[in-house]
């Protein structure tokens, strides 16, 4: 079957709604997401958005913070692009209907997070996420331009040069996989948005959804399209360590950083606070700071995590601001009212992604990335707290119009035949387990060599290692007819072999690429860029 759209979004977070309302109000716009449309990171948020609100603050102290944290590698334009269209952003997500918590006098309640010298931060409680993805997702279901289709997963961009063209290459649309059926159907589209979110997967245990997989990265990197910054995975300091093992897939739960905006004391396991020997912000100080810190002292000690300490605010406190957190881990056995959380570090957020432009436009003609797979500059080698839900409503909106100046829809392209998908000819599958064996390798390949401290060796066996399992899925799974687990792996896999080749080329520590074997930061900052020409 063949779908054709004006406008082809591949993703339902943040990044996704919110270019596919802009885009409804000029053409057909088809969503497609491959799990439920609130499956992504974007729901999972929990901070809130930053933005410049407060009249004591300024556009300039939020763009000096972001640079801060970026450790020299931010694309400053990009950064002073995102951080002075955020309140006209801010102002578009209200007019959707996002409610945001606000003083009595209506004034905005800011929060505050690691590596931002003012409050900026808003929220709805610490469910911010849920709140703009819900209210995204109902004007998108009310939109009769747009289609949204669920449980449809995209395999691979379709472009010009794949079928052959020589003169030109631009994106025609993309071949997606309809579970239910077991087809491979074609969307068809001039115009594409990939925002497919992030690539926690490839780590053992992660604050991501399991739609993390770094497909938007994979499949962008096949179409030939550049790759950047991926080795700047950022590990969030304070995931709840679960005593009794992490939950079965991996996934650990966030104890957000405007908990320790709020007053939270990271402490050991004697209850002594020991931020201060490492940087004199304390536990405010930037996320890759503070990652590094737990991981030292969790080495230091033994113990097998450090202490996230609320017990000084008053009571009620917790359970006022911070709901969602409190219960949770009150279900886990912790009251955060009376006892320290236990936290340790998770892979949590990819500052790399597919390079773009201020306006999300890739390398390859018609594909616009947006969200946490696109690489704007803006995380720089680290991102700044509650960055990237506001990147992804500024980057839409910019990408949108540059689409339609670009692109527009009454300008008729070439109509390339595009041919059907040609299923793998195999007839005899393994069993899943062996599937998942291979998921497991490539986990915990990243978790053992590729994650807070990292040396010239462990890169090394990592590499090796991802190349045989890359190719293995190549010659040999890749041989039957498709299913989501065996595109899950595909690109996971390859998406875990280009952290570790961006990784292998940074000779030097910066921001969250930290190696034992290049200490120093090098005088020049210069962004790693990968292609598949
Ligand atoms: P997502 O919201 O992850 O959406 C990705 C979409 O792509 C999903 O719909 C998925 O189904 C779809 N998809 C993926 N692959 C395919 C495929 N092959 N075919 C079809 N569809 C596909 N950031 C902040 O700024 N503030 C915060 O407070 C904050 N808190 C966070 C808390 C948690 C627990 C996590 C995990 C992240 C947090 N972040 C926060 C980061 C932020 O939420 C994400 O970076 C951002 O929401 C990403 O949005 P996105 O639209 O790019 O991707
Ligand atoms: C958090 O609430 O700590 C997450 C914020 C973010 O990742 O930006």
Redesign the pocket.
């Given at each position: 079957m063949t779908i054709k759209s004006d406008f082809l979004v591949?993703?339902?977070?943040?990044?996704?709604l919110s270019f596919a309302l802009r885009a409804a109000e000029h053409g057909k716009v088809v969503v497609?997401?491959?799990?439920d449309?609130l499956?992504?990171?974007?729901?999972?948020?929990?901070?809130?958005?930053?933005a410049v609100t407060d009249k004591n603050d300024t556009f300039d102290e939020h763009i000096a913070d972001t640079l801060d944290a970026g450790a020299g590698l931010c694309d400053e334009k990009a950064v002073r692009t995102i951080v002075t269209e955020a309140p006209e952003a801010i102002r578009e997500l209200l007019s959707w209907g996002v409610d945001f918590d606000t003083e009595k006098d209506g004034e905005f309640e800011l929060g505050r997070e690691g590596g931002h010298g003012k409050r900026r931060i808003l929220?709805a409680k610490d469910t911010?996420?849920l709140e703009i993805?819900t209210k995204l997702l109902r004007c998108a279901q009310a939109h009769p331009n747009i289609q949204l289709l669920d449980h449809?997963?995209?395999?691979d961009l379709i472009t010009t040069a794949k079928l052959g063209c020589v003169t030109e290459d631009r994106v025609l649309g993309a071949y997606?996989l309809n579970p239910a059926t077991g087809e491979v159907d074609i969307f068809r589209s001039d115009r594409v948005l990939l925002?497919?979110?992030?690539t926690?997967r490839c780590y053992m245990y992660t604050?991501?959804?399991p739609?993390?997989?770094g497909?938007?990265e994979a499949?962008a990197w096949r179409a030939g399209a550049i790759v950047s910054n991926l080795e700047f995975v950022q590990f969030h300091p304070t995931t709840f360590y679960n005593p009794n093992g992490k939950d079965h897939d991996g996934l650990t739960f966030?104890i957000?950083e405007a908990v320790r905006g709020e007053g939270g004391v990271l402490r050991g396991p004697d209850g002594q606070e020991f931020m201060q020997k490492y940087d004199k912000r304390g536990s405010l100080a930037p996320r890759d700071i503070v990652a590094r810190a737990i991981n030292s002292e969790i080495l230091r000690t033994g113990h097998p995590c450090m202490y996230l300490d609320m017990t000084h605010k008053p009571k009620g406190f917790m359970t006022e601001r911070f709901p969602y957190i409190y219960e949770t881990c009150k279900s886990y056995g912790v009251d955060a009212e009376v006892d320290m959380i236990p936290v340790v570090p998770s892979a949590?957020?990819q500052c790399g992604g597919v390079a773009t432009d201020t306006n999300g436009r890739s390398s390859l003609r018609g594909l616009f990335v947006?969200?946490?797979?696109g690489c704007t500059g803006l995380h720089g080698a680290n991102r700044l707290?509650?960055?990237?839900?506001?990147e992804?409503v500024v980057i839409t909106k910019r990408a949108f119009q540059c689409m339609l100046t670009t692109l527009p829809l009454a300008h008729k392209m070439e109509d390339y035949p595009i041919p059907e998908w040609q299923h793998g000819e195999r007839a005899e599958r393994d069993d899943l387990a062996i599937l998942y064996h291979c998921w497991d390798e490539v986990r915990r390949t990243m978790t053992d060599y590729v994650s807070i401290v990292r040396t010239d060796h462990r890169l090394q066996r990592a590499a090796t290692r991802l190349r045989n399992i890359n190719r293995e899925i190549n010659e040999y799974y890749w041989g039957y007819r498709v299913t989501p687990e065996i595109?899950d792996l595909r690109?996971l896999a390859l998406t875990a072999s280009l952290i570790v080749d961006c990784a292998i080329r940074r000779k030097e520590s910066r921001g969250l690429h930290y190696t034992l074997d290049h200490p120093e930061k090098l005088p020049e900052a210069i962004p790693s860029r990968l292609h598949n020409w």
């Open positions: 591949i993703g339902s977070g943040a990044a996704g497609l997401c491959k799990d449309p499956v992504s990171s974007s729901a999972k948020a929990q901070g809130g958005i930053a929220h911010t996420g993805s449809r997963i995209a395999i997606v925002a497919t979110g992030g926690g604050t991501n959804p739609t993390a997989t497909d938007g499949m966030l957000s949590h957020y947006a969200g946490e797979c707290a509650s960055n990237s839900l506001l992804c595109i690109n």
